[in-house]
């Protein structure tokens, strides 16, 4: 079997979590015997087509491309003139900026298209408030009910799609994200053994810190968290856009 996914991200461009998804989404299905065909932006570092990383099976086909713009257009059109060329069985698309690629090929070559919801622009910035959000939740809205099947990873946002795009249950899967435990095989530094050993109550955040992660939540939650166990400790690990917002409270 043959897979053609399209992703506006892979490694070693990361912006989200939408890379390090499909790279080792791409990796576990070769491993499978699926056959891979990753269509994804090219970094000027980089060559145009290689053998994915220790991942016999999976095949990247970067495209050349300046980030200004036209970028997203573009990005499609060429997406859409790589993939049209190849013989796949299964189209798979990852998150919004590449809809128009993904319902393009759709029509034209007729394969059926597996779309991966990884988050909403509802969600991720709680609500729509402007006319470029509600240009992307439209392109989100066709690519849910245009696709044959969608992914998510969670039953919450399960729920989001179906509330949103009026998607069909029957029409979607929950499947969890996937964690090789293998990357987290390391040994704390002293600040952490130091934060763990003074607190008999441990609350440990890894993540992203932006807001659609919660981060914000759970440290609003803290002094109610300190009334009832005073003793407990907080611990966040991350970078991000929120990481201005910290705030420290007493043990």
């Known amino acids: 079997m043959r897979v053609m996914m399209l992703s506006w991200e ?22 499978k015997g699926v056959e ?32 200004n713009a036209d970028f997203i257009w573009l990005m499609n059109l060429k997406m859409v003139e790589v993939a049209s060329q190849m013989d796949f069985d299964l189209l798979h698309a990852h998150d919004w900026m590449v809809c128009d690629a993904a319902l393009e090929l759709r029509s034209r070559l007729r394969k059926p298209l597996v779309s991966t919801m ?10 729509i408030k402007d006319g470029f959000q509600m240009q992307i939740h439209y392109k989100e809205e066709a690519l849910a009910r245009l696709s ?19 998607v069909k249950s029957s029409r979607i899967s929950v499947i969890p994200n996937g964690i090789d435990v ?19 109550k441990f609350i440990l955040f890894v993540g992203r810190l932006v807001y659609q992660k919660g981060v914000n939540v759970l440290i609003g939650a803290m002094p109610k968290v300190l009334k009832e166990v005073p003793d407990a400790t907080l611990l966040i690990v991350g970078e991000g856009p929120m990481r201005q917002l910290e705030r420290r409270y007493p043990s």
């Open 10 to 31: 892979f490694p070693p461009l990361k912006i989200g979590g939408i890379a390090e998804h499909v790279y080792e989404l791409s990796k576990a299905l070769a491993r």
């Open 182 to 200: 293998k990357k987290f095989d390391f040994a704390a530094d002293d600040g952490i053994r130091r934060a763990i050993s003074n607190s008999s």
């Open 36 to 67: 891979v065909h990753v269509v994804t932006p090219e970094l000027k570092s980089m060559m145009p087509y290689k053998s994915c990383c220790n991942a016999p099976g999976v095949h990247l086909h970067r495209i050349a491309m300046d980030f």
């Open 118 to 127: 990884h988050s909403t622009e509802f969600g991720r910035g709680g609500g």
């Open 148 to 166: 044959d099947h969608v992914i998510v990873c969670s039953d919450s946002m399960k729920q989001e799609v179906i509330r949103l795009f009026n």
